[in-house]
Nanobody
Framework: QCRLVESGGGSVQPGDSLRLSCVGA????????FSWYHQAPGKERKHVAT????????EYSDSAKGRFTISRNNRENTVYLQMTNLKPEDTGVYYC???????WGQGTQVTVSS
């Protein structure tokens, strides 16, 4: 069974950092591409970042550029999202997604508030 499990969310203050993790299982991890999405309260899920099977190939939304970094460790079947200089508008649930497949994690909550 294909699955993704996110972790690493929490409650932080503006300007703080968090690292989210997404562990995959049940499929060939190293050949897959992954994305992180953000769903703010009451809003649609939006793309944050993508990493392809070639780790140097990444894409970011405008709001994530310069603050967030997506990376992967194929030995540990894990995709990361390093988030720095967090802002209140970064609050919401972050989901990991295996591109081109209907595989989503359950999400991890991030709350940025002073």
């Amino acid at each position: 069974q294909c699955r993704l499990v996110e972790s690493g969310g929490g409650s932080v203050q503006p300007g703080d950092s968090l690292r989210l993790s997404c562990v995959g299982a049940g499929f060939p991890f190293s050949g897959a591409a992954f994305s992180w999405y953000h769903q703010a309260p009451g809003k649609e899920r939006k793309h944050v970042a993508t990493i392809y099977s070639t780790p140097t190939l990444t894409e970011y939304s405008d709001s994530a550029k310069g603050r967030f970094t997506i990376s992967r460790n194929n030995r540990e079947n894990t995709v990361y999202l390093q988030m720095t200089n967090l802002k209140p508008e970064d609050t919401g649930v972050y989901y990991c997604h295996r591109m081109n497949y209907a595989t989503w994690g359950q999400g991890t909550q991030v709350t940025v508030s002073s």
